[in-house]
């Protein structure tokens, strides 16, 4: 059965692809370092970490209506500019999902779907092209290079690399760049915990705080 390619949203709504891609490229690996060690005859290389995986689609949108046949005239007739849409209307809307959202203070997750790929991340990178038209500058055909990249849930990581992630309270002194939300990412890997840093610290306004400011950086349960 035909289905169309599909980007879900979280807390925002699902973008609908024109087309579907004609191919998409997954990337993934690990993070190794070499170990110089007295006394042997090379390296010893020890694993450091995996790297986040990577989806590289491509996507094309397409406003332009042909010319078609007039009964009337008997002729083909092209339709008038107002008839077509601006395709930068479509495309924007996936140039925004790397823009900060509201109260979230950074820009949403979501989900590729198409088929059996399911793709939880965050985009990271997307490049426009306008490869048409009309005479007046109104672009109507576009092509869209967008990136996604996984997000780590520090939840699950801790459950299956608990040496790795955070289990113990720990105190941070604010300077003036501090925000709970990065305060969050560094700590958590998620910057959606400044939520349990500022519940814990009966923080009610994540803004009001202030350099040299003390915070306890409570473990993820």
């Known amino acids: 059965m035909f289905q169309k390619a599909v980007i879900k949203v979280t807390g925002g709504r699902d973008i609908q692809v024109m087309f579907n891609p004609t191919e998409y490229n997954l990337d993934t ?3 190794y370092s ?15 970490s995996g790297k986040q995986d990577t989806l590289v689609v491509q996507l094309m949108f397409n406003t332009y209506l042909p010319p078609r046949y007039n009964p009337d005239s008997g002729r083909l007739e092209s339709p008038s500019e107002d008839e077509m849409e601006d395709v930068s209307s479509y495309t924007k809307k996936i140039y925004e999902l790397t823009q900060i959202k509201g109260i979230l203070h950074h820009p949403p997750k979501c989900t590729f779907q198409w088929g059996s790929l399911s793709f939880d ?32 849930d520090p939840i699950f990581s801790k459950k299956s690399s608990p040496w790795e992630s955070p289990d113990r309270t720990k105190y941070k002194v604010l300077d003036e760049s501090s925000s709970l939300w990065q305060l969050a990412y560094e700590e958590y890997g998620d ?17 009001d705080i202030y350099p040299g400011m003390m915070v306890v950086l409570p473990p993820i349960q």
């Open 29 to 31: 690996g690990a993070n």
């Open 34 to 48: 070499n170990i110089n060690v007295p006394g042997m005859d090379g390296p010893i290389t020890q694993y450091i």
């Open 121 to 152: 991340g965050v985009v990271t990178d997307v490049r426009q092209k306008f490869t048409m038209f009309l005479d007046s500058g109104k672009p109507v055909r576009a092509v869209v290079d967008v990136t996604f990249q996984s997000v780590l």
């Open 191 to 207: 910057a959606d915990q400044w939520k349990t840093i500022a519940r814990y610290n009966g923080i009610r306004n994540p803004l």
